[in-house]
T-cell receptor
Framework: GQQVQQSPSSLVLQEGENAELQCNFS?????LQWFYQSPGGSLVSLLS???GTKHTGRLTSTTVTKERRSSLHISSSQTTDSGTYLC??????????FGKGTKLSVKS | EAAVTQSPRSKVAVTGGKVTLSCHQT?????MYWYRQDTGHGLRLIHY???????EKGDIPDGYKASRPSQENFSLILELASLSQTAVYFC???????????FGPGTRLLVL
């Protein structure tokens, strides 16, 4: 089956520093989403980026489909960015496969 | 903003008992999903549905049944709950296959 590997598994930053999160996947993906899971457990979609580069606020995602990798860049991190970032992919059907996530801690 | 609600938010069940988790969405979405989240495994798809009265198996369907009586409602049923089914369960919905999935708040299930 499909595999999604995220790195690093955890990351600690000082407020204001930038973060670079990686997602590598084992098969072709027509759908790729980045999610944020809060320390309380709630899940929200950050952006969908199956190919190319997308920006939203302080987030930039770059996906290189041929190389089966995606990155999520968080600029000027804030303490409220702390939580777990999940990458999920799907081929042409609805079945998303999730990575195990990168746990980000931003210290003030 | 998309709205997906789940009930109950937490539940303690006994081994061998029946558990029903409910999900309701007001997004007018065709697709609904049930995932479980365990430490070390991330989120895994149990069942999903793209139309009322029809459900599809996900990646880990064993031990679970699903029911989609209407577009808005999607239930996950554990006929004989087992210790290994202790987890956090998330429901999600999306308008179409490739669209963003919107998640509910999750249900913490503890099977004793």
């Amino acid at each position: 089956g499909q595999q999604v590997q995220q790195s690093p598994s955890s990351l600690v930053l000082q407020e204001g520093e930038n973060a670079e999160l990686q997602c590598n996947f084992s098969s072709t993906a027509t759908q790729l989403q980045w999610f944020y899971q809060s320390p309380g457990g709630s899940l929200v979609s950050l952006l969908s980026n199956p190919s190319g580069t997308k920006h939203t606020g302080r987030l930039t995602s770059t996906t290189v489909t041929k190389e089966r990798r995606s990155s999520l860049h968080i600029s000027s991190s804030q303490t409220t960015d702390s939580g777990t970032y999940l990458c999920a992919i799907a081929p042409s059907n609805a079945k998303l496969t999730f990575g195990k996530g990168t746990k980000l801690s931003v210290k003030s | 903003e998309a709205a997906v609600t789940q009930s109950p938010r937490s539940k303690v069940a006994v081994t061998g008992g029946k558990v029903t988790l409910s999900c309701h969405q007001t997004n007018n979405h065709d697709y609904m999903y049930w995932y479980r989240q365990d430490t070390g495994h991330g989120l895994r798809l149990i069942h999903y549905s793209y139309v009322a009265d029809s459900t599809e198996k996900g990646d880990i369907p064993d031990g679970y049944k699903a029911s989609r009586p209407s577009q808005e409602n999607f239930s996950l049923i554990l006929e004989l709950a087992s210790l290994s089914q202790t987890a956090v369960y998330f429901c999600a919905s999306s308008a179409a296959v490739q669209d963003t999935q919107y998640f509910g708040p999750g249900t913490r299930l503890l099977v004793l």
